[in-house]
């Protein structure tokens, strides 16, 4: 098995919130068709809301999330209301535009531990309109070694009911004690894994908690060993072939496309393309400044 490629994350904020930012980082933007990767905990907490990002707008990607620890509440202007536990998925498909909120709810377990993932959309299925999945049935293997979980496209032979819109995978493995496991690739996907939690090898190498290892296509399998047990992420897919122009919360092609979406925006608060995500008490988060001169639209 070949050597992976270790890509350190970088720490940064969501409010509160301490977050590893995977993806995209200076060394690499995407794996497969996953442009953002942001971990955050484990942590505990009593009184406060860890998790609070106020309505805020998507455009051409869909949002996965995936919890090993606590709740997320999530609200989206379609008017979904989603609480999501560890095991079960949450998938928002933006489309050409939606907006959402994600929180901590009241009545919590008081830890939280888990990933916010982006998949870019591609061009053919970028404009659909927006809509929300909540998964609790996903498909699930067990074996001696360990078992995993597949939450979004298909792995190990196990497809996720999960919406998806490119050649690619999602999974959590789990590895128990003294086990070694043979996980099997597609040879066409690139891929990224993570150590969330426990300790582990992957081939001869000894994984870092939290840091992204990428795998370049052509390998047939993983190779993962634990003494203590642990449990990863994979994510991998079909190298996404369109070059995508990221900006804020939007993926877009061009940067017309993402000033246009920052004025909707910014503009009103219940515009037709994003819509008013209701129950959530507070203000919604504004775009910021755009920084790219575009020339204005036609005045017609
Ligand atoms: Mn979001």
Redesign the pocket.
Known sequence: MPTAQALPARTTYLGMLEIRRALPIRERRMIGPWCFLDRYGPLSFSDAKPMD?AP?P?IGLQ?VTWLLEGEVLHRDSLGSESLIRPGELNVMTSGRGIS?S?ETPRGNSGRLSGVQLWVALPDADRNQPASFEHHDDLPRMESPAGNFIVFSGAAAGLRSSASAYSQMTGAEITIHAGQRMLFPLDITFEYGVMLVSGEAQLGEERLEIDTLYYLAPGDDALTISTRAGGKLLLLGGVPFDEPIFMWW?FVARTAAEIAEAQREWNAREDSERFGKVSGYNGSRINAPPFPLRVPPPPAS
Do not use: D, I, R, S
Request: aromatic content about 0%; glycine content about 0%; proline content about 0%.
């Open positions: 990002v805020h998507h949002t959402h994600e919360n």
